[in-house]
């Protein structure tokens, strides 16, 4: 994904052995107001920041203010952060679903969809044109979902995180993602009644 984040003047620490150190390593640095560790950690974060809110979204344009924002927002946060309390990835995540679930609630974001076919390198069989007919289906499905259950079955299924997870992100608690996966799976079975194609995984019975 093309974006950048606004360059700030940032004290740049000592150089950072390339993809050597973890993310609380690279969270302390930051709270020195180390700039070098905090591009790192963008790098590191921004492409998952960005598919996570497109697939909440459904929106290009909205997905990459989401994912800059919340890059931002770790820079602006930064002395605030506690070592050992949640991952830094949890808790990006949780910034981008709660700033997701705003905007979709906004009256002009609600219906907007405008996310382009996925590619793929394989010739245009009448299977091929068949799988990504299906698999757009089934993102517009997803994005039909009531907010809460469209995150923990993103969360779940696209970012293959467990309930515990999940529940960290969703501020709720691991019955709750339970529940909001079974609901969640049922209102995709509706939608997508008559695919002959099998999200098994995603579709399962409990």
């Not at 952060?81 to 709660?98: D, H, I, M, Q």
């Not at 996925?118 to 044109?129: F, G, I, M, R």
């Not at 009644?193 to 999200?199: I, P």
Request: net charge negative; proline share 4%; charged share 30%.
């Amino acid at each position: 994904m093309a974006m950048m984040i606004q360059s700030t003047s940032l004290r740049s620490g000592d150089p950072l052995p390339p993809e050597t150190l973890d993310d609380e390593t690279l969270l302390a640095r930051m709270k020195q107001d180390d700039g070098e560790a905090y591009r790192v950690l963008v790098e590191r974060h921004i492409d998952r920041a960005y598919a996570l809110a497109l697939r909440m979204l459904r929106n290009v344009a909205d997905a990459e203010d989401v994912a800059q924002d919340s890059m931002v927002k770790a820079w602006t946060h930064r002395q605030s952060w506690e070592p050992g309390r949640a991952r830094f990835s949890t808790w990006l995540y949780r910034v981008v679903v709660n700033r997701c679930i705003d905007l979709r609630r906004l009256p002009n974001n609600a219906n907007i969809d405008d996310v382009p076919e996925p590619a793929e390198d394989l010739p245009d069989t009448v299977d091929t044109l068949h799988r990504r007919e299906v698999y757009s289906r089934l993102e517009r499905a997803i994005g039909k979902l009531p907010d809460q259950q469209r995150a923990a079955v993103t969360l779940a299924y696209f970012e293959e995180m467990g309930n515990g997870e999940i529940a960290q992100i969703l501020g709720t608690t691991v019955s709750a993602v339970e529940s909001l996966l079974k609901r969640g799976r049922q209102g995709l079975r509706h939608s997508l009644r008559g695919s002959e194609l099998e999200f098994r995984q995603l579709l399962a019975q409990e």
